[in-house]
């Protein structure tokens, strides 16, 4: 085409940045192209100034080669489930007055109100205090332990809340030996991890204590090969669960891996038919347990110098917290997003808590949001598209490291899920991990009203990128 041909052909102008240039050329009767463009880093100068140094062509080679190192141990990773244990017996750390909740470091004076909701539920589960008042002074005095699930090799839904006697997974990475925990699902009801606290919530976790965990873990005891938990997961994507908010398959699996032990223990045939009885009141049992795998796995890649992927996604209901493997156990903050997506009827997002839990390990694994094409039902549960879910799990290969092999995604030409979010990706391309969740309401004692969509805030990685610029310049 000539010029004279170009200009005297339609234009089809392209607006980059203030929406406000696309407006004046519209009210002259131009129909402009809007691209939706950030500059990278958000445009915070302190931010582009430590993309610049990471892009430093002799750092970004040694930043690639400790990710695809970070990547290589993730994707080994063979997390085997070999038993169930009392809290205070197997988490490292564990004493009679800890609570480990979700999310990064808080007080209780900061808890939102479902995580207060659930530590004074488990407190009186405890018996160290006899009601929910007495609960709460003690909770405020500070003769109680609170600390991330996190920084105990573990990790736990929603409040996270795990107390002593509480009964947890025991994971062990077999490539690499570290051990993960995380705490039986309640199932879907009024239940702790959501806030709520009254005697039918204590009833169920004295049953769970009593009944549940001890089946469970005879069942393992006859286990001698355990379960292996990554094969298992690839199963139950194949099946269409994503294995964060949909385990319909998962849940099915995992009941059918365990049923031959649990029927040769030695417990009632009463105490049995509850436990099955128990499992099919709700498909989330998998729940946790597909946390558990995601942090075994990721917890081998931690500690690597120079990476920048991302080992730890968490939110308490207040802050957003991640870790990144090139800078161990620091935290980086944000504030915690609203959720938004279908409410359950009589409730509103007024009445919603703020994102909460550490079930978007995950998300930081590659599943759950990231592998929502293989689940296309779970829109029905936190709202949107069938083809929004196929766009989540595309997009997010635009900020990961590569793709996992062992765990695929049919619908999708049996694409490995996208794994190891990348910090330095997120800030270039300005776009933010995706996490499908469950809603708690804003207040202790109500428990679930909702589910939906959400994102990490971005001011969590803008601290990360800033910190391992200055780690390695």
Not at 25 to 54: F, H, K, R, Y
Not at 58 to 63: E, F, G, S
Not at 400 to 418: H, Q
Not at 441 to 454: F, V
Request: aromatic share 6%.
């Amino acid at each position: 085409m000539s010029v004279n041909e170009l200009f005297g052909s339609a234009l089809k102008p392209v607006n980059l940045g203030l929406d406000m240039f696309a407006e004046d050329l519209a009210a002259q009767g131009v129909s402009p192209v809007l691209m939706d463009w950030t500059p990278p880093g958000g445009g915070d100068p302190e931010v582009i100034a430590a993309l610049s140094t990471l892009e430093d062509p002799a750092i970004a080679a040694k930043i690639d080669a400790a990710n695809q190192e970070a990547l290589s141990r993730i994707l080994a990773a063979q997390p085997f489930l070999e038993d169930f244990g009392q809290a205070i017996d197997v988490v490292p750390g564990m004493t009679a007055k800890t609570i480990l909740h979700a999310g990064p470091p808080i007080a209780f004076a900061r808890m939102s109100g479902p995580m207060k909701g659930a530590v004074t539920g488990a407190l009186v589960f405890e018996g160290l205090a006899k009601d929910l008042d007495e609960a709460f002074e003690l909770a405020a005095s500070g003769e109680i332990t609170f600390s991330p699930c996190h920084e105990h090799q573990s990790v736990g839904s929603m409040a996270g809340v795990t107390s002593a006697s509480m009964w947890v997974h025991q994971v062990r990475n077999r490539t690499h030996g570290n051990l993960a925990f995380t705490n039986l699902s309640e199932q879907l009801s009024k239940i702790l991890r959501f806030g709520a606290n009254d005697q039918s919530v204590i009833d169920r976790l004295n049953w769970m204590r009593d009944v549940f965990g001890p089946v469970l873990s005879g069942a393992m005891k006859l286990n001698a090969d355990g379960i292996d938990l990554r094969l298992m997961l690839s199963q139950a994507l194949h099946m269409g669960d994503e294995a964060h908010n949909r385990n319909v398959a998962g849940t099915t699996l995992l009941i059918q891996a365990l049923a031959p032990y649990i029927l040769e223990t030695d417990f009632t045939t009463k105490e049995k038919r509850e436990v099955f009885d128990f499992v099919a009141s709700s498909d989330y049992f998998s729940g946790p347990t597909w946390m558990v795998t995601a942090k075994a796995s990721l917890d081998a890649a931690n500690g690597i110098e120079n990476s920048t992927v991302v080992t730890t996604m968490a939110r308490n209901g207040v802050d957003f917290g991640i870790r990144v493997s090139g800078t161990g156990g620091q935290w980086f903050t944000g504030p915690a997003q609203q959720v938004v997506g279908p409410m359950f009827a009589g409730y509103t997002p007024a009445d919603s808590g703020l994102d909460m839990g550490d079930s978007a390990i995950t998300e930081t694994f590659g599943i759950g949001g990231f592998a929502m094409a293989a689940a296309p039902a779970i829109v029905a549960l936190v709202g949107g598209t069938v083809d929004e879910a196929m766009g989540y799990s595309r997009t997010m290969n635009a900020i990961t490291t590569g793709n996992n092999p062992n765990v695929t995604i049919p619908a999708l030409d049996f694409m490995g899920v996208p794994t190891g979010i990348d910090v330095r990706k997120v800030m270039e391309t300005g776009i933010l991990p995706i996490i499908n969740t469950a809603i708690a309401h804003k207040d202790p004692g109500i428990g679930m009203i909702g589910a939906g969509i959400t994102h990490p805030p971005v001011e969590a990685f803008q601290q990360a990128l800033v910190a391992l610029a200055g780690r390695v310049a």
